[in-house]
């Protein structure tokens, strides 16, 4: 059965990449036993672009060190891969993005701590003017522990209301 080129050539290629992207995800999962505890702290697996490993670092000295250790962090990706998956290692500063090494966490719940009443509030309401910022401020704070928190954040916008369904 004869097929277009374009046709083999796409399916090759998609296998190629989900190669790729499978050998990334391995080196993710096991970065630290790959590279060692040491190396692991100064850089963190970012992302693959093709057959380059990028790799980030939090500082850049760091980033220029790991340069110098470039050739041993590829030997030792491919060593555990067992092929040469990667041919090139770049350097990026992580700044506020999250390494790919990282395990994913439950987010941290908050919680409003209670509230105590200070034990002198409203001695200063007829001392201070209730026209300035100041005075305006006290007086909410004493209202604030005398009718209890409110709901912080803007009202509905209205709609419709969620009722119970008749069945």
Known sequence: MLRRLSESLDRF????????RRNFVEVCRRWVTIVGPETAELVRPLGHRRRDLILG????????????????ILSLVNAALGQEAFDRVRFDLLGDRVSLDALRTAPPRFTTPPTT??????????????????????????AYFETGPKPSGRPSRGGRKKTGRAA
């Open 117 to 142: 009443r200070p034990e002198h509030l409203g001695g200063l309401i007829g001392a201070l003017d209730p026209t300035t910022p100041v005075g305006r401020c006290y007086a909410k704070y004493v």
């Open 13 to 20: 290629v998609a296998e190629k990449e989900a190669r790729h």
């Open 57 to 72: 670092a939090d500082d850049p000295v760091v980033m220029q060190e790991m340069h110098f250790a470039a050739p041993e």
